[in-house]
Each structure stands twice: as structure tokens, then as C-alpha cells.
């Protein structure tokens, strides 16, 4: 038995779904036909790398460490003087690996037999057994392409990798593979999700499936494969950029963002993911988290001064370990709380998640329904596992529709954004070859079904569920 991941990093579940209708993407159609189309949650923040833990570790990005694409070390025990932040875009992207809770597993360490091209997550995986590892020659090309905003130059870049990946499947029998195929990200944040680069992004993907599906028939081993296709995050149109730190720095404040982040005495941080959503850390002489109460007079308005604007649709505001406020500018003020595995969304002032009743003691699945068909689907239970994470900020933002937290230095000018709360961003789709024993929820549960269908226990502690 073996299990293959195709990664279409950044496909929204209904832009799939429009490419299958339209006859533009047949060897997914098939899937479709055989197995299912599933629409299910990604985590928070919805943006690659943090995203890709829930497929490669069955865990929520911030419970082992990433909380976000960007982030700042509170505690100065992980990131280096003289700016103690973390950003995955560029050369700290060789962090991942080691920034990751050490006590949580990555299926390359479970199946060492694995093998997968651009991964975020290489740990217990040999540089063999990296299909698209980056050699300086790959690393420069690589460079080049995001530096010069070549779109297309992705789209050549997919081919490649998935090139790498049939040649690994045919000559080497290989239980778990995973890759990444980055076109359909790339294409949206340049001409937004419903652009024909879009299409032709995922042409390259069913391409790969059908390429991958004829040479497993050929050989017999069709039946016992399982293959799966999803995404990270998707996407939403963005009109208005809210230059974050330059706000921030208005109001007074000494801001440390990247890509400049080599600046003295700086009293708050702004990291950005995606570009929809937002750590921000005050009082940053500070050790440890001072939570609301233990914040400074200034940090406190600054978080009065962010819900008041426009870009912000909510401000989570982490109480203490367990419990985090979440604020609506229109819709109100809430507390989501987490004790275990039980979850409560306590209204008090009004309702900013649109829940539309409060919740007290759920379970995950429960929490999940109750927000399923909300503009936050899954929002309370991502929400509790964000802010309670240590390297969480102090504020965590979610942008408002057609705005993100990022004005400049993106070398693709973003039409369109990801990373936040929103429906747009959470629901993704899950293509699978057969028909699973339940229909999946979240990405967090692929993990633990590769697991099931390759017979090897999952460890315990995971955040997802078998479908298998």
C-alpha cells in the first residue's frame, strides 16, 4: 500500500471545483467520480509552511511552533540578537525544521521510507530522498523566479517537480510521497483566483495525476495506492494594502517588521503572514507574554487604536493560556476558552464570529459543525490553538475582505491575499481516490489516514482524525 499527496498550494475548493466542471482538468474529474470531492478547513493562519503541518504532522501549526510565516521570539531562547525574529520567506526557511516542537513527529519520521519535492517540513527526511531540494544552482533559480515576480517561471518550476515526482514513483516503490506543487498560489496573489493562469496551474496538476495514475496501472499497483489532492489555503480578492507597520508607527511606536528588522529599541513587532493576517507583539522588552492585564497603557490602546480600523475585520486578544477575546469593530466583543479537549465561545457584548449561539464545553467536531457555515468555519477551535501558542502575539489580526497588512516588498504586486479567517481562505478541497470510511473535515486529518491506510499507528497527541 502506499499513499501520494499532491499539494495545489493555494486552490480554493470552488475554483477546483469549476476547473472539473468545465472539463479543463480530467484525470481530477476521474477522481472525483471514484472517490469524492470533499471541501473541508485548513488551520490559522492559512498560509503556506504554517499550513503544511497539518498534512505532514496531523497538528495545528501553532501547537508545535509555527505560529506564523513571520513571527517574533518573545523569549530570545530560539531567534538570534540582534532582531530575535523569524521570517520563512528567504534564507531562515532552513529554520523550520528546527523550530518545530521536537516532541511532535513529521510522517518522515514515521515512514522513513517517504520521499516529497518543496516541502516546507523536511525533518527525518534524508536530502535523497528530497525530490526538489535546494542545491545552490536550485536555490539561485528559485531566487530569481520570486524575485522577479515570474509567474510563469513557477508554472516551469511545477512541471519540474512533478516531473521528479512520476520518475520517483516509477522507479523506486515508495510508501508516502508528498508534494508540493506552488503554481496555483503563485498565479492568484498576481491575477487573482479565477485568472486563466490559474487554470492553466492546475492543468499541471492533473497532468501529474494522470502521468502518476497510468504508470501505477501499468505496473498493477493503481489498487493499492491512495492519492490525494488538496491545498493549503485559498485565496480572496484584495483592493486596499494597509501598510501595517507604517500604521503602527504613526500612532508612535517604534516598529520592528520585515524585511528591515535591524532597528534599536523598537517597543512593538508586526509580523505578517500571508498577507490577511497578522502577529503583532507590544512591550517587547518583556520575557515572557503579559497577556491583557500585564500589558502597558500603550499597548492596550494600541489594540483600541487597530480594531478601529477599517483593515481589521477581528482582533484576538490572548487572556491568559486558555482564553482569548476576540473583538468585532460592528459585531461585538466574545471570549473563546479552551480547557483539554473542551471548548467555549462566550458572547459579551455581541456575537463577532456570527455563530449565532454561544458554546459551552464542545468537543472539536462539535465546535467545527456550530461554525461550519459561518464566515469562519472552524474558527473556534483554530482561534484556541493560535493564541494559546507561547510565540503567539499579543494581538493576532485578521483581515477585513479586499484588504491585507502589506503595502511593499512583495515582488508579485498581490491582487489577491490568504492567511486570514475567512471562508475564502479556510475551506480547501480534498480530492481522493476512493471513497473514505467518513467524510474528512479538516487538512489536520490527512496526516493520521495516511497513517491508517499504510497500517502504522498514529503517536499520540495528534489534532486530526482518519478518514481511512
Known sequence: MSVIVLLADGARADTLTHAIDAGVTPALARLRGEGGLHEVTSTFPSVTGPAYTPFLMGRYPGTVGLPGLRWFDRSRETCS??????????????????????????????????????????????????????????????????????????????????????????????PFVFAALTGVDKASHAYGHESATVIDALRIVDDTVAEIRAELEQRGAWDDTHLWVTSDHGHSRVRHHEDLARVIAGFGHRVLSHPWVYRLNADVAVMVSGNAMAHVYADLELRSRPFLRGMSVAARELGEHLIARESVDLLMVPLDESRCAVWSRERGRAVVQRRGERLWYLTMDGDPLGIGV?????????AHEATRHTDYPDSVVQIARLAGSSRAGDFILSAARDWDFRARYEPIPHVSSHGALHREHMLVPLLTSRPPMRAPRRTVDVMPSALAALEVDAPAGLDGSSFV
Open 81 to 174: 540578537f540582534p532582531d530575535y525574529s523569524r521570517s520563512y520567506v528567504g534564507y531562515q526557511m532552513r529554520a523550520v525544521d528546527r523550530d518545530l516542537d521536537p516532541r511532535a513527529s513529521t510522517i518522515f519520521e514515521i515512514i522513513p521510507d517517504s520521499a516529497a519535492a518543496l516541502s516546507v517540513i523536511t525533518r527525518g527526511l534524508p536530502r535523497r530522498r528530497q525530490l526538489a531540494s535546494l542545491t545552490p544552482r536550485s536555490a539561485f533559480r528559485a531566487a530569481r523566479t520570486h524575485f522577479r515576480g515570474d509567474v510563469r517561471g513557477w508554472l516551469r518550476v511545477d512541471r519540474d517537480v512533478a516531473e521528479m515526482v512520476v520518475r520517483r514513483i516509477r522507479e523506486t516503490p515508495t
Open 358 to 366: 454561544q458554546l459551552a464545553g464542545v468537543d472539536c467536531s462539535s
